[in-house]
């Protein structure tokens, strides 16, 4: 253990053993984990996040619903969407969701099921399980937790196409609307 002379250190991690967060939330519930933003942010967001397990949803809603007013925090059930205006490095790779583009993949057994292929550019066949994993981090930051777990059931990567539009592939960027505009579609058909 490395050893400083500033004595705010030593409390500081000995603060942390006893006050972990994470262990608390645990004993709630295995499946959650949290996230802070930074604290240049007022007011600081303590967000309560099942990692996409959708069957844990109701517990993390309950627990925010029941959070005290504490001045300066701000509680947050799931990853709230953040739109894909970000690059992310996974495993020392530089993905950037600008660049990528999806295809809508229906099922026609399941009509409110969606598949998306998502094309990367450059993307080799040996990366493919790595990339795969990236682009469920990019499709939770950027749809948020509840929408990439609730409105897509299935996920796959791929090179992408040399002409995306004209392969039918849409921009990353749109995914949103794309959602949006195919759940409108439904409901309209169903009534």
Known sequence: MMTTENPQIALFWQWFANHEPDDQLKKVDGRLWFEMSSHETAPREFVVTAEGKIEAFPVVSALVDAAPAIEGWEF??????MGFDFTTTYEGVRFDPGQMWFLPLDSKSR????????????L????????????????????GERSAALDIQYTEVTELPPDP????????????????????KRATLQN
Not at 168 to 181: K, M, N, P, R
């Open 76 to 81: 947050v059930a799931l990853k709230p969407p």
């Open 111 to 122: 009509i409110n099921y969606l598949g998306l292929r998502v094309g990367i550019e450059g």
């Open 124 to 143: 080799r066949q040996e990366d493919e399980s790595m990339a795969h994993t990236a682009v469920l981090v990019i499709l939770d930051t950027g749809l």
């Open 165 to 184: 539009p004209l392969a039918g592939y849409i921009e990353l960027t749109e995914l949103a609307d794309y959602i949006s505009w195919r759940k409108s």
